[in-house]
């Protein structure tokens, strides 16, 4: 069974640093691309944006503009676990963050263009505020 369960949210204040893991089950990190999403307040399912993303074959990674700079993705295979450190952080990261799976596929997008289809995690809440 296709899991993945995140952690690490919580309060801090503008400026302030967290790391979130997503800690995968009943796959690979070498078959799957993982990507970070996040969900403002009040927004629903569809408002969900792209964060950070991390490629399952090469380790390539990408980052959406409002972040770059501020957060790096980054994985260990050995502990099934992807991390977003998140650093500087601004009172529009206010969010529910969520990570999901996309099977990789030789030739296939990578995982910037992937369908995140197959599998996503319950969420954990980041709030910044003073």
């Known amino acids: 069974q296709v899991q993945l369960v995140e952690s690490g949210g919580g309060l801090v204040p503008p400026g302030g640093s967290l790391r979130l893991s997503c800690v995968v089950s009943?796959?690979?990190?070498?078959?799957?691309?993982i990507g970070w999403f996040r969900q403002a307040p009040g927004k629903g399912r569809e408002d969900r944006e792209g964060?950070?993303?991390?490629?399952?074959?090469?380790?390539?990674?990408f980052d959406m503009d409002p972040v770059k700079g501020r957060f790096t993705i980054s994985r260990d295979n050995a502990k099934n676990t992807v991390y977003l450190q998140m650093n500087n952080l601004k009172s529009e990261d206010t969010a529910t963050y969520f990570c999901?799976?996309?099977?990789?596929?030789?030739?296939?997008?990578?995982?910037?263009?992937?369908?995140?289809?197959?599998?996503w995690g319950q969420g954990t809440l980041v709030t910044v505020a003073s």
């Open positions: 999901a799976a996309s099977p990789f596929t030789p030739g296939g997008p990578n995982c910037l263009y992937s369908d995140y289809t197959a599998a």
């Open positions: 009943g796959f690979s990190l070498d078959n799957y691309h």
């Open positions: 964060v950070s993303c991390i490629n399952s074959n090469d380790g390539g990674t």
